[in-house]
């Protein structure tokens, strides 16, 4: 595709897809995201025409510009989103499909252990969220979803989310998740925490009953919601007595 035709799939992808975006004046002249991504087709260019160092340095202007890090040398589809798009690493060998979106702090990057193809690729429609990693010539397969600050060392089959340290895949049901939507992914961390929440609310409830912390043993995993519930009320009820006879 011609870079003026890619570019003008890239100024078309942000103004169906960012409510900020107001106009095409607004994108070409603001957008750090589109600047880098014009910059990086001119330097792409050169680069497949042998003149590297050219390519190089527009690549490298463009970075001190921007804040944006796009090797010359990779290759990149056309309808593009760079959301924000401020730390933002795409390596060498990284190939991305058309109509994906990346937002700030991401890195398709390398592990250092790899020659050749050292880089990611991503299928068509994939969406990164800010702060992901991408690391490692993996395959992110076609409308997959990188929840936020996760890391990513292995494939990822098509229509996934992929959540956590080091990422993992939760299960859609074959479903594909609703485009740019980065509330409805799963939280893991969250999730880990509840469960602790009512770990814990059982063994005060146990230490309470039993009158002894060192000679108790206890189930925790076979613990039902409903004790749970009640454990939980009692100690919120607890707690807000606590605070009123300090008052």
């Not at 463009?62 to 290759?75: E, F, L, Q, R, Y």
């Not at 499909?97 to 991503?122: E, F, N």
């Not at 969406?127 to 397969?141: E, F, H, I, N, Q």
């Not at 997959?144 to 089959?157: E, R, W």
Request: proline share 4%; charged share 25%; glycine share 10%.
């Amino acid at each position: 595709m011609k870079i003026r035709q890619a570019k003008k799939r890239d100024l078309q992808k942000i103004l169906q897809n960012d409510p900020a975006a107001t106009s095409a004046w607004v994108v070409k002249r603001t957008y750090t995201g589109y600047k880098a991504l014009c910059a990086y087709r001119r330097a792409h260019w050169c680069w497949q025409k042998g003149l590297k160092d050219l390519a190089l340095y527009i690549s490298y202007k463009a970075k001190v510009k921007t804040g944006i890090d796009i090797h010359p040398a990779a290759t990149i589809g056309s309808g593009i989103f760079i959301d924000h798009g401020v730390g933002l690493v795409i390596g060498e060998t990284t190939e991305i499909g058309d109509d994906c979106v990346l937002y700030q702090g991401v890195t398709l990057g390398g592990t250092g252990k790899d020659t050749g193809k050292r880089h990611p690729t991503l299928e068509e429609g994939v969406m990164v969220s800010a702060g992901a990693k991408v690391l490692g010539p993996v395959r992110v397969g076609a409308y997959s979803k990188i929840g936020a600050g996760s890391v990513v060392l292995k494939d990822v089959p098509p229509h996934s989310t992929v959540v956590g340290v080091p990422g993992r895949v939760v299960k859609q049901c074959g479903k594909r998740v609703a485009d740019m939507d980065q509330i409805l992914l799963p939280d893991p961390i969250m999730e880990e925490f509840k469960r602790l929440n009512k770990r814990i609310y059982g063994l005060e409830k146990a230490l309470d009953v039993h009158s002894c912390r060192y000679s108790i043993t206890l189930d925790e995993d076979n613990l039902c919601p409903a004790e749970v519930e009640e454990f939980e009320t009692e100690y919120l009820q607890k707690q807000h007595a606590d605070e009123d006879k300090q008052q």
